[in-house]
């Protein structure tokens, strides 16, 4: 299994987690390492687990925040890891205000990339409610997420825009 669909999933096989955090669509594992943020995982629901670090309890703490405060800003170290292009796609993402949505499309004219690559870049977010790639959606739905088009991961995306007020007209 991918380390995407570990993300999604939660295996048994998975990483192991500095806390888990029970959420309204699941659970969002947080791992670490190094003193900074590696990754949030979507997880299906499971109770929470108390932090092993006191970075694992304040990443804790602040999932925990915008699960409740959709306007949250998280303030953690990161280790955000891909290539250029990817951290390219991932600085587009980010200035996406709370409450919007992009296409696809749009930030592949604006990147001057293909769609398809922008969607993969995407999907390889590791840092998913920090990093808001579920504010990208398709031209006509709500397109992918965590390299899933159905199932679990459309149920975590569609939970988040509707907490950031973000859907609108046909993907209601």
């Given at each position: ?19 888990v ?77 709370r ?12 990147l ?9 870049a ?39 825009l509707?907490?950031e ?8």
């Amino acid at each position: 299994m991918s380390r995407t669909a570990t993300r999604m999933t939660g295996t048994a096989s998975g990483p192991s987690y500095d806390a888990v955090v029970t959420a309204p669509f699941g659970a969002v594992g947080v791992e670490t390492a190094d003193g900074e943020v590696v990754a949030l995982h979507f997880l299906p629901p499971q109770p929470a687990s108390a932090a092993t670090s006191a970075l694992g309890a304040d990443a804790a703490a602040q999932v925990e925040q915008y699960l409740v405060d959709a306007d949250f800003r998280f303030d953690l170290p990161l280790r955000i890891e891909g290539t250029t292009f990817q951290r390219r796609v991932w600085d587009a993402i980010a200035a996406i205000p709370r409450g919007q949505t992009r296409r696809y499309g749009e930030l592949a004219a604006e990147l001057e990339a293909p769609a398809r690559t922008v969607g993969q870049a995407c999907g390889d977010n590791r840092l998913p409610l920090i990093i808001p790639c579920h504010r990208v959606i398709g031209a006509t739905s709500l397109g992918g997420f965590a390299h899933a088009r159905s199932g679990f991961a459309l149920s975590v995306k569609r939970w988040l825009l509707e907490h950031e007020h973000a859907l609108v007209g046909t993907l209601l």
